[in-house]
């Protein structure tokens, strides 16, 4: 049964930095995706960044030189740096995978398959 567990939230000043895991077991094959989606209250859902079984990176232009994603194969984790953090970016945050074939800006775009729990990150001014 596919799992994605995320660690590493919690509450930081504006301008602060976290790092979110998310240990992914359970798969039988590389996902062609993984990315790292949020949603703050009264809000939509949207994606943050995401990676391709490449390596290729997208990310949305809100945190375009703030965050950076990135993964191990070996260690089946994916991670996301978030630095200058703004209250903004407050918001439940979502690992996701998928085993579906995409590549490039469709795994930002394209609603994952599989989905952590979530863990929040709280911002504050």
């Known amino acids: 049964q596919v799992q994605l567990v995320e660690s590493g939230g919690g509450s930081v000043q504006a301008g602060g930095s976290l790092r979110l895991s998310c240990a992914a077991s359970?798969?039988?094959?590389?996902?062609?995706?993984m990315g790292w989606f949020r949603q703050a209250p009264g809000q939509e859902r949207e994606g943050v960044a995401a990676?391709?079984?490449?390596?290729?990176?997208s990310y949305a232009d809100s945190v375009k030189g703030r965050f950076t994603i990135s993964k191990d194969n070996a260690k089946n984790a994916l991670y996301l740096q978030m630095s200058s953090l703004k209250p903004g970016d407050t918001a439940m945050y979502y690992c996701?995978?998928?085993?579906?074939?995409?590549?490039?800006?469709?795994?930002?775009?394209?609603?994952?398959?599989?989905w952590g729990q979530g863990i929040q990150v709280t911002v504050s001014s």
């Open positions: 996701a995978a998928d085993g579906r074939f995409a590549y490039g800006d469709t795994c930002l775009y394209r609603t994952p398959a599989d």
């Open positions: 359970g798969y039988t094959y590389r996902p062609f995706c």
């Open positions: 990676i391709d079984r490449a390596g290729r990176t």
